[in-house]
């Protein structure tokens, strides 16, 4: 009885562990060649920035992502002039010249 409970339990974690490999498999992105602000696909040897709006925007809402908070980081957002009296070097809650 015992081994039969052993055996189910090793025959369990090994069918999890396959579901999550199969599944963190699933869930990767694909190779995405990276574009300038022209379009243009970057080589090892460009010298010119890569544009994130060229690279993702063919497949992702860039309009949308950029609007999130975790891209912004409170740069969208000014202080009023209460929050100014306190701290009157910042300018808002945003990362930005933050120490």
């Known amino acids: 009885m015992r081994h039969r409970i052993v055996r189910t ?4 974690g090994t ?3 396959f579901a999550l490999a199969v599944t963190a498999a699933a869930a990767a992105h694909p190779d995405v ?3 300038d602000h022209a379009g243009n696909e970057l080589t090892p040897a460009s010298t ?3 544009s994130p709006k060229q690279t993702c925007g063919a497949c992702h ?3 949308e992502i950029t609007r999130g908070y975790h ?3 409170g740069w969208d957002e000014l ?3 209460e929050e100014k009296a306190e ?13």
């Open 15 to 17: 069918a999890a562990a």
């Open 48 to 50: 010119a920035p890569y």
């Open 33 to 35: 060649p990276l574009k």
């Open 61 to 63: 809402d860039y309009d």
């Open 79 to 81: 202080y009023t002039a």
């Open 87 to 99: 701290k009157p070097w910042l300018q808002g809650p945003g990362m930005a010249g933050k120490w």
């Open 9 to 12: 339990l090793r025959l369990g």
């Open 71 to 73: 891209f912004q980081q």
